[in-house]
């Protein structure tokens, strides 16, 4: 989601993005999602409800 999946409307791109995910995973490339997760919650742009 903070790689914008939730904006991709395109089934094909929806697949790409899971795949990516699936290939750069580790342990560091989730706490880096953690840390980007974190950041648009606080982010005063409208990144969290």
Same mark, same amino acid.
């Given at each position: %989601?903070? $790689? /914008? *999946?939730? %904006?991709?409307? $395109?089934?094909?791109?929806?697949? *790409? @993005?899971? &795949?990516?995910? %699936? %290939? $750069?995973?580790? &342990?560091?490339?989730?706490?880096?999602?953690?840390?980007?997760t974190? /950041?648009? @919650?606080?982010?005063?742009?409208g /990144?969290?409800?």
């Open positions: %989601q903070v $790689n /914008g *999946r939730s %904006q991709v409307k $395109n089934f094909e791109d929806i697949i *790409r @993005l899971d &795949l990516k995910y %699936q %290939q $750069n995973w580790s &342990l560091m490339y989730d706490i880096k999602l953690i840390i980007k974190v /950041g648009i @919650l606080f982010d005063k742009s /990144g969290a409800y």
